[in-house]
């Protein structure tokens, strides 16, 4: 059903799901590729552990998902404390039909949420629209 495997519960675990609409998602290249949107989860394993013990379902399922922001400035803010994660903001249109989206913002970034795309969803192509450069 999703694109990459999840843990258990994931993403139920974290409860109420997202409305549709658009969403800024942070990038190192104007143009995205697929592997920009791999889950921490997936391309840090190690990250599943918390001095010596797995973590929580919750905080792996959180893990699992794709980092998306509600609002731009959300993004921004992103960019200039964690400059690794790319000064390129896109902007997309997620559905209902092609995701789950859950809120799991914080009180530094509140717009943050985790996507979860189904598996016959070219992700990139949701993010094909405008492009701003941070400096």
């Known amino acids: 059903m999703y694109k990459y495997q999840l843990p258990l519960k994931c993403p ?3 409860g109420e799901n997202e409305r549709s609409g658009v969403f800024f998602r942070l990038s190192i290249n104007e143009t995205l590729s697929e592997n920009e949107f791999t889950p921490i989860l997936l391309t840090s394993p190690h990250i599943r552990y918390k001095n010596g013990k797995m973590k929580s379902p919750k905080e792996l399922c959180k893990l699992a998902g794709v980092s998306v922001y509600l609002d731009i400035e ?29 809120k799991t913002g914080s009180n530094i970034r ?7 795309p189904f598996i016959n969803v070219d992700i990139t192509s949701f993010f094909q629209g405008c492009a701003y450069v941070l400096d």
């Open 12 to 14: 139920e675990v974290l």
């Open 74 to 102: 959300d993004a921004i803010l992103l960019s200039k404390s964690l400059p690794r994660l790319g000064n390129w903001v896109h902007s997309g249109n997620l559905d209902e039909q092609s995701r789950v989206i859950k």
């Open 110 to 116: 509140p717009s943050h949420r985790d996507w979860f």
